[in-house]
Each structure stands twice: as C-alpha cells, then as structure tokens.
C-alpha cells in the first residue's frame, strides 16, 4: 500500500513568490527526499477549471510513519515563508497498492486533474465516491487516512498532454472542487 502526502496553498506576497518557488522546489523539496519513508514529490500549479487554491504538491510515502520521525518533526514547515502561507492543507491519503509515484508523474506539458470533496457533507462523501468511482474509472479515488483529515477523499487523473478532461457531471460535482494543475517541478525520486 502507498499513501499520497497532499499539501495545498496559496502565497499571499506576489513580490516574494519567486523566491518561495526556489526554496520550496529546490532546498525544501530535495531536504524532504532525504527524509525516512519519503519516496517522490512534485509541486504543481493550477491551470485550470477552480484555481481557488494555486499550489498542490503530492509526496508518495511508504507508511505513515513517516510523519511521526524526529527528522520529520524538526524540519517540517514552510520556514520563513510561512507568514506568507494561506489556505493551507496537509491531508494524508491512501493509495493504490504499491508506490504510485508514477501514477502522479506529471511530465513538461503534461496536466494533473485534482477533484477534492471540499464541500460534500460528510453522511454523503461514500455514496458520492462510490457513484463517482463508477463513471470516471479513469480517476484514482483516494480517501483520507490521516494529518489535518480536512478533505475526505480526492481524486487525481495525469494526463500526458495539456488537454483537461470534461468537468464532472453537474448531479455529482457539487461541492467537489475540480482544478486542472500543470507541474513546475519534475518528480523527484528519494535516493
């Protein structure tokens, strides 16, 4: 089993944005592949369909035990950008067996569909993974198992190409937000 580390936010300082990009895709993202139980990450940006939250970046790690390591615990954070962190969200998700760093790659040119039940009450998020598992196959739902449990479930979709797939039905997508996100970094692989 696989479980998927998903962090979302926004930058609230456009004047230190770059500077952030660097330090997070470079520094910070190599300084987490160093860490136990780390396998891959990639930090994407939304490109289309809600770009309410701009950044997504999706970590592979073996177990959650990941998280609990003093490593970990030291060095998690935004640093000293996090003054400047908005909308944040760290939600720990189960995946598919094995390690799905592949199934989330997002080569140059290529798209990540996201749909997170970010408004689904909660007596209604399995009837609605269930209906949606049955009419996008092409979609891996994945449901929470740990961290802030703030969303329930998402559901990830790499595509090769900027093409986004049709947006969910109207029946089945309220209170799911969909976002189509581009990578601004390559998947980096633990050593």
């Known amino acids: 089993m696989s479980f998927v580390y998903a962090v979302r936010c926004n930058f609230s300082r456009p004047d230190l944005e770059d500077g952030w990009n660097a330090w997070y895709s470079g520094p910070k993202l190599a300084e987490m592949l160093t860490q136990p139980f780390f396998l891959s990450g990639q930090r994407y940006r939304a490109a289309g369909l809600d770009q309410t939250i701009t950044y997504l970046t999706l970590w592979v790690v073996e177990t959650p035990e990941a998280f609990t390591t003093p490593v970990y615990k030291k060095n998690w954070g935004f640093a000293e950008w996090a003054p400047?962190?908005?909308d944040w969200s760290r939600n720990l998700y189960r995946g598919p067996d094995g390690d799905v760093s592949a199934l989330l790659d997002v080569p140059p040119g290529g798209a990540l569909y996201f749909a997170a039940f970010d408004g689904v009450p909660a007596p209604a998020v399995e009837s609605r993974r269930r209906a949606l598992e049955?009419?996008?196959e092409d979609i891996i739902w994945m449901p929470v198992v740990g961290l802030d449990r703030?969303?329930?479930?998402?559901?990830?979709?790499?595509?090769?190409?900027?093409s986004q797939p049709p947006p969910l039905p109207r029946e089945l997508a309220a209170g799911i937000r969909e976002t189509i996100y581009r990578s601004i970094t390559d998947r980096a692989r633990a050593k």
């Open 150 to 162: 703030s969303v329930p479930i998402i559901g990830v979709r790499t595509s090769a190409e900027r």
């Open 134 to 136: 049955a009419t996008r």
């Open 84 to 86: 400047h962190i908005t």
